[in-house]
């Protein structure tokens, strides 16, 4: 078999590597890109395209600030969010780890049932949801939000978790076992602090996922003053149709925190995903 020269192997690598790049870069570019043309739009007189606003115009972020009382909503989406995303990684932590260090009967039927829900659209089980929250009277509250809320994204969360548990040694809570602790006290002092990485990808992923959740807040909440971002959004596309500052505005402000969350915590995100890749 022929050798390839040392010629052919540099031009080769050179393609390879120039390819990889233009790759990158074309997806850096359509990532980019929407987030780029609003935030610029948002301080144009006449929205639209990637140039430099000729006038940088204000008025957009002074209106949602003053008349629209964006930090109300902005409020409530902290509120919301920061709350169910608590109770959910902790309830699905819990869980997560009676399945890794466990046996038990029907331990595969109780992983297959968290499974499934991967495949329910939300849209699929409103009308029980909004019946239940009738029923125990949390319809139009933030209260029962947060209740939707914690239960959204249980199986992505769960599976996250579930593997970080099994890269840790069995030995750490054997030996704290000899020492006196039970399941309860080997699970906060043991394991959570070693799985902190693990913990910290399902809290950004259940965060970033409540805080872009529009269909159920823009269902339940009919009250303006209990809203969150994304309900508020919605508002834009009637009442606020032609005040295309405001809109743009309001998205920048919008998706500002969650942007700023992944890339303060997006080392820890990808160490975390690539340790639990080792074992599922």
């Known amino acids: 078999m022929d050798k390839k020269s040392p010629e052919k192997r540099s031009a ?30 948002s301080f144009k007189k006449n929205p639209g395209g990637l140039a430099l606003p000729a006038e940088w ?19 409530n989406s902290i509120f919301v969010t920061v709350i169910s995303t608590v109770i959910s990684v902790l309830v699905v932590a819990m869980s997560a780890y009676v399945s890794a260090r466990m046996e038990f009967k029907l331990k595969g039927l109780v ?57 840790i040694p069995r030995e750490m809570e054997e030996a704290a ?26 809290a950004i992923m259940v965060f970033l996922n409540n805080w872009n959740e529009f269909y159920f807040a823009s269902i339940l909440l009919k009250s303006k ?17 032609k005040n295309l500052n405001g809109m743009f505005s309001a998205i920048i402000v919008s998706v500002v925190p969650t942007i700023l969350i992944f890339c303060l915590l997006s080392e820890t995100f990808v160490k975390s995903l690539t340790a639990g890749a080792v074992k599922g």
Request: aromatic share 18%; hydrophobic share 50%.
């Open 12 to 41: 080769l690598h050179i393609l390879t590597g120039t390819g990889r790049y233009l790759v990158m870069a074309f997806v850096l570019f359509i990532s980019i890109y929407p987030i780029l043309w609003v935030f610029l739009s």
């Open 57 to 75: 115009v204000f008025d957009g972020y002074i209106t949602i600030f003053t008349k629209l009382s964006i930090q109300t909503y902005f409020g």
């Open 111 to 167: 992983t297959l049932m968290f499974t499934t829900t991967l495949f329910i659209p939300s849209i699929s089980i409103s009308f029980p949801i909004y019946r239940l929250l009738g029923d125990l009277g949390l319809k139009d509250t933030r209260g029962g939000l947060i209740f939707i809320y914690s239960g959204l994204g249980i199986a992505v969360t769960f599976f996250i978790i579930r593997s970080y548990f099994l890269t």
């Open 177 to 202: 076992r000899i020492d006196g602790c039970g399941y309860c006290a080997s699970f906060f002092r043991i394991i959570v602090p070693i799985a902190k990485p693990g913990l910290s990808t399902a």
């Open 225 to 241: 003053e209990k809203m969150t971002i994304p309900a508020l959004l919605g508002q834009f596309t009637t009442a606020y149709s």
